[in-house]
């Protein structure tokens, strides 16, 4: 069983990027899917931002990303996506997609906002 992120990359504030998290091993549509990230520096915790439910359509976001970042997962890819606009600094981070259900992470992926 596998959660493999997409590659995330630079971007500059206000600019947009998508991640997807590719499912392997299992129908990830019979899980509710989590997207996390983990901020550097000393202290940090994961967070989460989002998460979408089996029936993909209920939602729910973190107040610092709701407007911006969109979940969605596409059942015939067995996939699920973070669509994030208007990037700020303060969106630098590790991301991962989880299946928490499962106690399943994927590895990660780096996404830096940076001018």
């Known amino acids: 069983l596998q959660l493999v992120e997409s590659v995330g990359g630079l971007v500059q504030p206000g600019g947009s990027l998508r991640l997807s998290c590719a499912a392997s091993g299992f129908a990830s549509r019979s899980d509710a899917i989590s997207w996390y990230r983990q901020a550097p520096g000393p202290g940090k915790e994961r967070e989460l931002l989002a998460y979408i439910f089996r029936d993909g359509t209920s939602t729910n976001y973190v107040d610092s990303v709701k407007g911006r970042f969109t979940i969605s997962r596409d059942y015939a890819k067995n996939a699920v996506y973070l669509q994030m606009n208007s990037l700020k600094l303060e969106d630098t981070a590790v991301y991962f997609c989880?299946?928490?259900?499962?106690?399943?992470w994927g590895q990660g992926t780096q996404v830096t906002v940076s001018s």
């Open positions: 989880v299946a928490r259900s499962r106690g399943l």
